[in-house]
C-alpha cells in the first residue's frame, strides 16, 4: 500500500486547523479518512464492537477538544488519533475486563451475550463459527506478546501507521520499531503454526 | 531464522509499513534473496491470519453521533455530559447481588441516549433553586405514595436515609456521619432501575457535622429498584466513576 505521506499529512493538518477553530464538519473529514484506522485499532485492542466504538468515540472527541494543542513537529494527525485510539481502547479493557470477571464470577454459566464472536458481511454462514475461533487464537497469541511488540503490531497492522509514524509518535528509534515488528510477527508465527495452511 | 539485515524490513513489507522508497529498495532486494522471499511468505501468512481480527467497519452512524457531539462540546470545552454505562443483560437479576461490584470506572464510556441524562443534570438545576424552600422537605415526607431506602455501607460508617415522594417526583436525603468529600469531590446519589444504567439524582455535600438534608428531584416515571452514594469529582459525574460508599433497595414506606 502505498504511503502518500506528504500530500495526505497536509490534508489532515488543514482540517485541524479547521477543527482547531471549531469546525465539526472537519472532524467528519478527519473521521472519514481515519475513522476505520481507529476503529481496527480500538476493535483489534479490546475485541469488541461496542467497546470499539466507544473508544474511537473518546479518541475522536479528544483529538476534536485538543486540536489547537497538535504539533506537527511530533509526528502525523494520523498517529496522533491512532495511538489516542489504542489508549483509549486499553482504557476500556481495563475496566470491561474487570466487569466481566465480576459478572461470569456472579452468573458462571449463564455468560450469554457478553461474547463477541467476530463475523464479517458476506461471509459463507458455516465458516463463521471457525473463523470465530480463529480470530480468538489470534487474538489471544497477539494478548501473549510483550506489551511492546503488542503496541507495534496494533498501530502498524491494524491502524495502518507506518514504521517511520510509529517511531515518532512513541520516541523511539526507527530500527527498534522494526525489530519489535519482526520479532512479534515471529512469535506469532511460531505460535499460529497450525492455523496455517498452504493456501493460507 | 539467522540475522539478516534485511529481514526486519521483510517484516515491514509484510505489515505494509514501509514508506515508498524502503519499499523499492527492499523489493530489489527480494529479487536477489531466497532467505527473504522465504521470510515474506512466513510473515504474510502471520498477517493473513491478523486479518481475522480486522472488523468489517465501523458501525453506522458513528459518524454522526462523534459529528454531533463535537457540535455540542467546543474545542477547549470539558467533555459534555453523555457517558454511556454499557449495559449489562443480567443486571436485572444480579443487580441486588453485585450492585456494589459494577460500580467500575466508566470515564471513558459515552452514552447514545443522553436524554435521561440531561434530564438529570436539568433536574438538578432545578433542584439549587428547590433547595432554597426548605419547607417543601416536610411536605416530600408525607403522602400516599412514599418510598424510603436506608442506604448501608459495611461496619460502622455514614447512614443515609432516603424518602422518595413519588407524587412529587421528589427525593430528601437525610444523612448523617458522612465525612467531608475530599477537595475537588462531591457525592452524587443515583437511582437504578432494573436493567438500567444508574441515573444521576444529584451531588451533596455534608455540613461539617457530617450532616446533609436536601431534596433533590427525579425525573418522572422512574422506577428504581435501588440507590446508592458515590464520591464523584466536583459537580458530580454523568456516570459513576468509583465504587460506591453506600447502596440500599427502595421499600414502601410504613
Known amino acids: 500500500m502505498p504511503h502518500l505521506v506528504q500530500e495526505s ?38 475485541g469488541d464492537a461496542a467497546d470499539a466504538e466507544e473508544a474511537v468515540t473518546d479518541a475522536f472527541m479528544q483529538v476534536w477538544r485538543g486540536a489547537s494543542t497538535f504539533d506537527a513537529a511530533r509526528g502525523t494527525v494520523q498517529a496522533w488519533l491512532i495511538t489516542i485510539a489504542r489508549s483509549r481502547a486499553l482504557d476500556r479493557v481495563r475496566t470491561v ?30 465458516r463463521a463459527p471457525e473463523r470465530a475461533e480463529t480470530a480468538v487464537l489470534v487474538r489471544r497469541s497477539l494478548e501473549a506478546l510483550p506489551a511492546e511488540q503488542r503496541r507495534v503490531v496494533e498501530l502498524a497492522y491494524f491502524g495502518g501507521l507506518s514504521h517511520s509514524e510509529i517511531a515518532a509518535a512513541l520516541e523511539e528509534p526507527l530500527g527498534t520499531v522494526k525489530t519489535r515488528a519482526r520479532s512479534a510477527l515471529e512469535k506469532l508465527r511460531a505460535w499460529l503454526q497450525p492455523l496455517m495452511t498452504e493456501t493460507g | 531464522m539467522t540475522e539478516h539485515r534485511w529481514l526486519d524490513d521483510a517484516a515491514a513489507w509484510a505489515l505494509g509499513t514501509l514508506d515508498e522508497a524502503e519499499r523499492a529498495a527492499f523489493e530489489a532486494h527480494l529479487a536477489d534473496c531466497e532467505l527473504c522471499r522465504s521470510a515474506v511468505q512466513e510473515y504474510g501468512a502471520v498477517t493473513r491470519l491478523l486479518d481475522r481480527m480486522k472488523p468489517a467497519a465501523p458501525p453506522p452512524g458513528l459518524r454522526e453521533r462523534i459529528v454531533a457531539e463535537a457540535a455540542r462540546t467546543r474545542p477547549g470545552a470539558s467533555p459534555s455530559a453523555g457517558r454511556r454505562w454499557v449495559s449489562l443483560a443480567m443486571a436485572a437479576t444480579l443487580a441486588a447481588i453485585v450492585l456494589g461490584s459494577l460500580w467500575v470506572r466508566e470515564r471513558q464510556a459515552r452514552r447514545r441516549g443522553e436524554d435521561a441524562l440531561a434530564a438529570a443534570d436539568r433536574s438538578l438545576l432545578d433542584t439549587r433553586a428547590a433547595l432554597a424552600e426548605r419547607d417543601s422537605l416536610l411536605a416530600t415526607f408525607a403522602g400516599p405514595d412514599v418510598r424510603t431506602a436506608t442506604l448501608v455501607t459495611t461496619g460502622a460508617g455514614p447512614a443515609v436515609r432516603l424518602f422518595w415522594n413519588r407524587s412529587m417526583s421528589r427525593i430528601v436525603i437525610a444523612a448523617s456521619g458522612l465525612p467531608t468529600a475530599p477537595a475537588g469531590r462531591t457525592y452524587q446519589l443515583w437511582g437504578i432501575a432494573q436493567g438500567s444504567n444508574p441515573v444521576s439524582l444529584g451531588t451533596f455535600d455534608p455540613g461539617t457535622d457530617g450532616r446533609a438534608t436536601l431534596a433533590l428531584n427525579v425525573p418522572p416515571g422512574m422506577d428504581f429498584a435501588l440507590a446508592a452514594v458515590s464520591e464523584e469529582p466536583a459537580g458530580g459525574s454523568p456516570q459513576p466513576t468509583t465504587t460506591p460508599i453506600l447502596a440500599g433497595a427502595w421499600r414502601a414506606s410504613e
Open chain 1, 9 to 46: 499529512d497536509r490534508t489532515d493538518e488543514v482540517l485541524i486547523s479547521r477543527m482547531a477553530a471549531g469546525d465539526e464538519r472537519a472532524l467528519g473529514a478527519l473521521y472519514d479518512r481515519h475513522g476505520g484506522a481507529a476503529f481496527a485499532v480500538a476493535h483489534a485492542v479490546t
Open chain 1, 97 to 126: 475486563s474487570r466487569r466481566r470477571r465480576l459478572l461470569e464470577s456472579a452468573a458462571a454459566g449463564d455468560a450469554e451475550g457478553l461474547a463477541t464472536p467476530l463475523s464479517s458481511p458476506g461471509e459463507q454462514p458455516d
